[in-house]
């Protein structure tokens, strides 16, 4: 203890023994030197920009290596030479050609592990090779057996403090781990290293197919570039052709495979990142085989097992393994906000480019290919599915096949030989550079241009990209003219050309302006030409008007959006005593909307919206509200949201719509609400809720339902609005025992039951709706345990939400919480449920962010109200786990970690009444609680939970030896240096009382060892080394 005082009193220079030599080497140099002008003197080439660099030779000597593991360190460290400034100044004066490097760098490297292991490789080699001069070959198969090795684990780590500065330094590793890959296996290389290189490139192939990431492929002749969106990031590679290597002789492949060495780690780590990133096996699985391994059903598995599997994978035709199967569901929904500075123009141009992005991505989708033997497989089979496309060859050219040539539904049969004998009616025989030029130009191209026998276009790069004022070739005019949907034509003059770009313009200005008028002239005529009940328009003009299957003048009006307005007082003229027509043409909206794409079918529900607002007028006008609620169901199978939404809006404004929909709540809640897969319908059905509580205040403070709701506490509801949101309650209530047919994972996803539970939280504005909650207890925890609390799922929100609502209705309601406590079956397994403490993964963070406050509020709730509870709640194993687990990360889970103190200043508490038993529950719960945070906290990281922890747990002298027992003043000394240097070095760090606190807590640990400084033992010897240490430290830190 004197020995640690001694050093820490030095280290941090407040006083100094006379007989201690302190200072560095350059110190002692500089006070033997001569002083000049009471100074010291400079000598030339020690100051400046010449003590920042270090020869090569030098840095050598300094670490002791050899040129070539130098070499290796600096690569493997991302460590290069630089030229200095004035090169001169650092050369001493010299010009003679040397190598540079930082001196920091150098420094660096000192303190790398890797150091070690090559001096323990060396060591290592020439064991061996005395081994082998000696003939020993026991001690050479048992030197092999110990052949010492090193990871580069922690260098990528290093390099790359996130997984996107990985991503974003992918291009160079990529291109040498495809380019060793080829390699054949001579001397040159290590077969183990071009089988590693073969595998992670493959597995990075088949993360392209499965996240469609490819962007551009451009064949030259170095090889063939690829360009794939990663995370966002832009990553571009070159792969060889297939053709044999000739290995020149001027290339030193040694360093060469010191990047490798490199780049297959970093590439290990980045696929593993991203398969986990598509909820996708690592390593990969061949979907249908991912529960079945490839071996022999008996026997011992033979020994290209593993081959056969590696061909399989690399032959990139079959879909890969998911960990949970995918579901609509899953994909979440991203919301759009508009970028601040952004103009309308940027924002459309923006859109425009996401829709033309996910149009490309399915661009082969629908299509069969089957490769020829002489074109390149791996290439095209690549590029075909990470469009969408299906591929095959011939099954004996390689393995992987999945039909065959003459299978009559494939549309495309790739060639590349003069003239095909035998063809098939119906299927295109083209060309191989049809496929990468049409994945460059984001469509499918013609294929006349690519039949086979014909001349080739030129293949264009898509890395260019061409300014202002640069020449165009003809090719990528011609190409342009596709992508803007346009035919592109040969004219004979550029004037015949103008001439109709400017009527085609005018036309196009002025056609819609005419169409409404005509429209509103339509109109108008129609209601003139009636007498009283009956139209007086010819047979011809009425037949204009309505004839035809589906309403053809009506349909095409109102598909073009043209004077919708006008169309409906059009509609309202034409139906006047004229009920069947008035059905006929609701029922031809319907149809259309099923037909139409969603986008397309938004002015007939801006039609339906008009028909549905019309109150009052001229007597005879059918009631065209009936007639649409009627007909609303048969369309929303083809297009559920818009629907949901369209009646969402209407149920506030139209007394009919919300009568209507709010007495078929049977019929569509759990339908759209629970069972339907995808999330914007349930988000819909959440909304359509929301629009039949009459109330703008309750509807406005309803946001997205993808977040879990708060409790809409203190907001005045009349009475009828109540009776509205009790029916509406308890319908969701009803729906609690039919939840659990959603919660299985592997079916439904994790994110099923989000809205429904964010909703219910939404109602409970007061105790009477927690009330309410009473009789279905039973079904709330049916769906908990164990379909909820037990699979091994690290973020399911579907507990998340569940949880959220349990907890909130519980706050402030004894009632429920007697309902928890008083049932064995419940307090017996409500401490078991599964929580992953994965403190790096900010997914996992934020989900137990939201999450674990809520179910430690609920354990709180439930002690607060049963001492039996209680004491067996603290005994129990996983209220130790999150102890240990999740205290010391405060900052990462604040409300998980308040809720945690407090139940533990629950089990700590000691009433009157309580019996010797329960005393000594509480006792021993303490003495584990200490000592697992004394085994497991930092004291330099996790002063906060030191604190609040110390602060609960000791209340006894007997708790505070404890501590000095184990080593506690030691961690206490830490956090207490940690916070020292905080206050005094970081302005902005207000820790004054946590410094205070724990200098408090620090003084009641020390005064319990005073009655025991005067006996003699080994504890005393151990108190008093502390406590001088202890004012060693104070009096060196705080005296001021």
């Keep these: 203890v004197l020995g640690a005082t001694t050093r820490t009193c030095l280290g941090d220079g407040a006083y100094r023994s006379p007989h201690v030599s302190v200072g560095s080497d350059d110190e002692k140099r500089g006070f033997s030197a001569s002083v000049v002008m009471g100074g010291l003197e400079k000598k030339k080439y020690e100051r400046g920009s010449a003590t920042n660099y270090i020869t090569r030779n030098k840095a050598r ?46 420094k660096f490297l000192l303190h790398e592990p890797i150091v070690n292991k090559f001096r323990e490789y060396k060591v290592f080699v020439r064991k061996l090779r005395k081994a082998y001069g000696k003939s020993e070959w026991n001690s050479v198969e048992r030197l092999k057996d110990n052949k010492p090795g090193y990871r580069l684990d922690h260098i990528v780590k290093e390099r790359y403090p996130t997984f996107i500065d990985a991503v974003r330094d992918l291009d160079d590793a990529l291109s040498m781990c495809f380019l060793f890959s080829t390699f054949p296996r001579t001397g040159k290389c290590h077969v183990q290293m071009i089988q590693l290189c073969r595998r992670l490139t493959v597995e990075f192939l088949n993360y392209v197919i499965a996240a469609r990431a490819l962007r551009k492929v451009f064949l030259s002749i170095k090889g063939i570039y690829y360009q794939a969106e990663v995370m966002g990031q832009l990553v571009t590679w070159i792969t060889p052709y297939a053709f044999s290597h000739n290995h020149p002789t001027d290339v030193d492949y040694r360093v060469m495979a010191t990047f490798t060495e490199f780049y297959t780690t ?114 095209l089979a690549f590029v075909i599915r990470c469009f969408g496309g299906e591929v095959s060859w011939d099954k004996s050219l390689c393995i992987g096949a999945t039909y065959d ?41 013609p294929v006349a241009d690519y039949f086979v026998g014909v001349m080739l276009p030129p293949h264009l790069s898509p890395f260019v990209t061409e300014k202002d004022g640069d020449y165009i070739p003809p090719e990528k005019m011609k190409l342009l003219a596709l992508q803007r949907g346009e035919e592109p034509g040969e004219e004979s003059e550029e004037e015949e050309e103008e001439e109709e770009d400017i009527l085609s313009l005018a036309e196009e200005k002025y ?13 108008l005529l129609v209601e003139q030409s009636r007498s009283e009940r009956h139209l007086t328009l010819s047979q011809n003009d009425m037949a204009a008007l309505t004839g035809g299957k589906g309403f053809p003048f009506l349909f095409q009006h109102i598909r073009d959006g043209i004077n919708i307005r006008q169309t409906c007082n059009l509609i309202f003229s034409l139906c006047r005593y004229n009920n069947r027509l008035a059905e006929h043409i609701v029922s031809m909206l319907f149809t259309s909307i099923a037909k139409l794409t969603p986008e397309a079918a938004n002015p007939f529900f801006k039609l339906l919206t008009m028909l549905m607002e019309f109150a009052g007028g001229p007597p005879g006008m059918p009631p065209f509200a009936s007639y649409i609620l009627q007909r609303i169901w048969e369309v929303i199978e083809y297009n559920p949201s818009q629907c949901l939404d369209w009646l969402a809006v209407q149920t506030p404004r139209n007394k009919l719509a919300h009568s209507w929909v709010l007495q078929n ?47 809409t506490r203190d907001l005045p509801l009349s009475p009828d609005t109540t009776v509205v949101l009790h029916q509406v309650y308890n319908v969701l209530l009803g729906l609690l025992s039919r939840a659990k047919l959603y919660v299985d994972a592997a079916v439904h996803g994790t994110t ?110 439930c002690c607060e109200q049963s001492p039996a509870f209680t004491r067996q709640l603290a005994s129990h194993q996983n209220i130790q786990w999150a102890f240990k687990n999740l205290t010391p990360h405060a900052s990462q889970y604040p409300g998980a970690v308040e809720e945690l103190f407090n139940l533990m200043q629950l089990f700590v508490a000691q009433r009157p009444d309580m019996r010797e038993e329960e005393l000594e529950d509480i006792k021993q719960f303490k003495k584990t609680t200490i000592s697992c945070y004394l085994r497991c906290l930092d004291g330099r990281s996790c002063w906060t939970t030191l604190i609040s922890a110390f602060r609960i747990l000791l209340e006894t002298d007997e708790d505070r030896l404890l501590v000095v027992f184990n080593r506690g003043l030691i961690l206490m000394t830490e956090s207490f240096n ?28 020390l005064k319990s060892t005073r009655p025991y400084l005067q006996r003699k033992g080994l504890f005393v010897l151990h108190a008093r080394g502390f406590v001088f240490y202890t004012m060693h430290q104070w009096d060196s830190s705080c005296c001021k």
């Excluded at 629908?366 to 497989?377: A, I």
């Excluded at 098939?424 to 191209?445: E, K």
């Excluded at 319908?681 to 509807?699: D, E, G, K, Q």
């Design 665 to 711: 709540m049977e019929n569509w809640v759990e339908r759209f609400l629970l069972a339907h897969n995808y999330p914007r319908v349930r988000t819909s059905a959440a909304y359509l809720l929301v629009s039949l509580i009459p109330s703008n205040s309750f509807r406005q403070m309803f946001r997205s339902t993808r977040s879990l709701h708060i409790p």
């Design 266 to 379: 970093l590439l290990g780590f980045v696929n593993f990142r991203l398969y986990q990133s598509l909820n996708l096996h690592y390593p990969p699985k061949i979907e249908g085989q991912a529960a079945v391994e490839l071996k022999p059903e008996e026997g011992e598995p033979y020994a290209l097992d593993s081959e056969s599997y590696m061909e399989k994978l690399s032959a990139l035709s079959a879909s890969l393994a998911r960990v949970v199967a995918p579901n609509p569901e899953d994909e979440a929904e991203v919301d759009e906000f508009p970028v601040e500075g952004e103009s309308t123009e940027q924002e459309e141009a923006r859109q425009k480019e996401q829709e033309a992005l996910e149009k490309q991505k399915k661009l082969f989708e629908g299509l069969r290919f089957f490769l020829n033997r002489e074109v390149p497989r791996e290439p």
């Design 978 to 1005: 940690t916070l020292h240097m905080m206050y005094h070095e970081a302005t902005a760090c207000h820790v004054t009382g946590d410094l205070v606190e724990l200098l408090s807590i620090f003084l009641s640990v």
């Design 752 to 861: 099923k039951l989000v809205p429904y539970f964010s909703f219910m939280t939404y109602c409970l504005i007061s105790k009477t709706e927690k009330l309410m909650f009473s009789t279905y207890f039973m079904d709330l925890w049916n769906l908990f345990q164990p379909k909820l609390s037990e699979p091994a799922i690290a973020t399911n929100h579907n507990k998340q939400a569940l949880l959220s609502f349990w907890y909130n209705v519980c706050v402030d309601c004894p009632e429920n919480v007697r309902l928890i406590v008083q049932n064995p079956v419940v307090t017996k397994n409500i401490a078991f449920n599964y929580i992953l403490a994965d403190h790096d993964d900010q997914d996992v963070v934020l989900f137990n962010r939201g999450m674990l406050p809520a179910y430690y509020g609920i354990l709180r709730l």
């Design 405 to 445: 040539v003459k299978d009559p539904t494939i549309t495309h049969q790739i060639v590349d030989r003069p003239n095909i004998k035998e063809q098939v009616i119906g299927r295109y025989y083209i060309q191989p550079q049809w496929v990468f030029d049409s994945v460059n130009a984001r469509l499918c191209l």
């Design 61 to 106: 000597k300094k670490l002791q290596l050899s040129l070539p593991d130098f070499r290796r360190l600096c690569i493997l460290k991302g460590i290069y030479p630089h030229e200095p400034k004035h090169k001169k100044k650092v050369n001493k004066g010299s010009t003679a050609a040397r190598t540079f490097y930082l001196l920091k760098d150098i």
């Design 511 to 523: 056609r819609p302006a005419a169409l409404e008028k005509m429209i509103a002239l339509i109109a």
